[in-house]
């Protein structure tokens, strides 16, 4: 008997292709697609879930991100919700509900899974690295007239966080800490695979930080870790956008430069700033007619490797990234994708490959043959299921 799955729905990036792959592997899927007012309290989302399991008899069910009310009606009716998380920070694994036994809640960052595990019942939070839809890039094609639109030396596909970073709206009336908190921002942009913002803090900085931040509790329902949340919303988001900032302008300075984002990038002299792209075409083009992709991991992703990496090279994409720690699990390092270590290395890995076609297209080339045939998204929902 197949393995019946309610499949929640509620707008989260990825769905669309997590439901084509749940097509490709020998499961009866039932599709529910609503965004729950309040993830916490919404009683009419959690009674027309409820009505949902029942209705399909269902042995499973399963979203995209954790979502605490629906571990709730999971808990009560006595069936397992498995969660597949794609996002750093999640402010909703934090919520006490996780410790229902009936969560299998998989993450893509090891340290994300260290993090948690506490909360969690004991041995329902596991590692599962992300994956991509390599089929649908593949029916995606590019014609002459995309190669004039989307060509590029470079191009990025994302945001500078600087519209979303909550750092940005703090008025410092404290010295010590702004200091304190631009201190550590300038020393974790000099440092790549390892992020050392909550160890650094002292506790009298966490402190005057949440005071200055006006940060409020996350309620009753939560575990409220201030050094954790702090660090990651806070101050990791901020290094993550003066990263790119940082980068960008460097880049921009040198080379022929597009970014496709909905951020304000007057701060970038000389960048070209197209706009955005929807994730189903549009990026696509973007990732298969530059020459070089870039990717900058959010800082609050610790280890793990971002959904951005999968995408770019399960487009055939060349990509140069950042260095994290799980990426010597999955990649051969400059045979399937580049690292840089620091600004100056980015700089000079550009103009290499730039100047080396057969050399960037053979990387490129071997990327994507990784990502085909070991981290295509049905292969991870079948070791997630399994």
Not at 72 to 87: H, I, S
Not at 109 to 134: H, I, K, S, W
Not at 314 to 327: D, K, V
């Amino acid at each position: 008997m197949k393995c019946r799955i309610l499949y929640l729905k509620w707008g989260i990036t990825g769905e669309y292709d997590v439901g084509l792959a749940f097509e490709k592997l020998p499961f009866e899927v039932f599709v529910y697609a609503a965004k729950p007012e309040s993830v916490d309290y919404d009683t009419q989302y959690l009674k027309a879930v409820g009505e949902q399991i029942v209705k399909v008899q269902c042995d499973v069910v399963f979203s995209l991100n954790y979502i605490p009310i629906v571990s709730r009606v999971c808990q009560l009716a006595g069936v397992p919700y498995v969660t597949w998380t794609l996002d750093s920070p999640e402010i909703m694994l934090y919520s006490k509900t996780l410790s229902n036994d009936c969560n299998r809640t998989f993450l893509f960052d090891r340290e994300m899974c260290r993090r948690f595990a506490p909360y969690a019942a004991p041995g329902q939070v596991y590692y599962q690295e992300l994956g991509t839809n390599v089929e649908r890039w593949d029916s995606v094609t590019v014609t002459r007239e995309d190669r004039e639109r989307y060509g590029a030396d470079v191009s990025f596909v994302g945001s500078l966080y600087s519209e979303k970073c909550p750092y940005n709206q703090i008025c410092f009336s404290d010295e010590y800490v702004k200091g304190m908190a631009e201190g550590l921002v300038q020393s974790q942009l000099l440092v790549y695979g390892y992020n050392f913002l909550a160890e650094a803090m002292p506790q009298e900085m966490v402190q005057r930080l949440r005071q200055e931040a006006a940060y409020s509790d996350l309620g009753e329902d939560y575990h409220q870790v201030d050094r954790e949340l702090l660090a990651d919303q806070f101050l990791g988001l901020k290094c993550t956008e003066q990263e790119r900032i940082n980068m960008l302008t460097a880049l921009a300075e040198k080379f022929s430069v597009d970014i496709y984002t909905q951020s304000d990038t007057s701060c970038i002299p000389g960048i070209h700033n197209r706009g955005i792209v929807d994730y189903e075409v549009g990026m696509a083009k973007v990732l298969k007619c530059s020459k070089i992709n870039l990717n900058f991991t959010s800082k609050p992703i610790k280890t793990g490797l971002p959904l951005r990496i999968f995408d770019i090279l399960g487009c055939g994409g060349f990509l140069i990234t950042n260095y994290q720690e799980q990426l010597q699990e999955h990649f051969e390092i400059g045979k399937e994708l580049v690292v840089y270590e620091s600004r100056e290395d980015l700089l000079e890995k550009v103009e290499y490959y730039l100047h080396h076609d057969a050399q960037r297209c053979e990387i490129a080339r071997r990327g994507y043959e990784r990502v085909k045939r070991d981290y295509r998204l049905e292969q991870q929902l079948e070791k997630i299921f399994s």
